[in-house]
């Protein structure tokens, strides 16, 4: 074989080398079986809510942690809290302003293996025009081809704007509110 075929042929093995890489595989995301809610509390009572339309780009090696990329993109407006009335509020510019800021995002800027499948995500959450570092726990279970990443972690929903003018009253609706989610994906390797 020449150099210049050798040459030639050894991007393309490159390539295949990369994608066949567990580290380089990307993971699907299986929006049927996967939540992401919140609950608050109004007048001292926990409401629960969900978002009904959610996607994610999702690179993750069990063996590298450390390399994951992760983004998150909540579209706000499929927030529900199952009451017609509420959720028609949802959308206006004092809760989630829809027209102008239609999707929340989380982007992880670190992973760290805690062990047993539990990890330590730190990155940015970015809701309505704010954006602040969280750091949210996650557990990782595996069933067959599948693998649930689980967690929940607290948020101040001022600090993103959430509820402005009258709404900015913690004695009618908190200031903290708990996120919980549950995302179900295919195609990450052995944990």
Known sequence: MSSSSISRLLPVTALAL?????????????PAESSVGFVSRQMGVPVEGHFRKFDG???FDPAKPEAARIHLAIDTGS????????????????????AKFPQATFDAKTVKSLGGGKYEVA????IKGAAHDVVVPVQLTQSGAKT???GQ????RLAYKIG????????????DVQVKFKLVLTGVGKL
């Not at 927030?79 to 829809?98: M, R």
């Not at 972690?153 to 101040?156: G, Y």
């Open 79 to 98: 927030a529900t809290l199952g009451v017609k009335e509420t959720d028609a509020e949802l959308p206006k510019p004092a809760w989630f302003n829809v």
């Open 18 to 30: 990369l994608a066949a890489t567990p580290a380089f595989a990307q993971q699907k995301l299986v």
């Open 148 to 150: 649930t990443a689980a």
């Open 153 to 156: 972690f607290s948020l101040k």
């Open 123 to 126: 990155g940015q959450l970015s």
């Open 164 to 175: 402005e003018n009258e709404w900015a009253d913690t004695s009618m609706v908190a200031d």
């Open 57 to 59: 780009q999702i690179t």
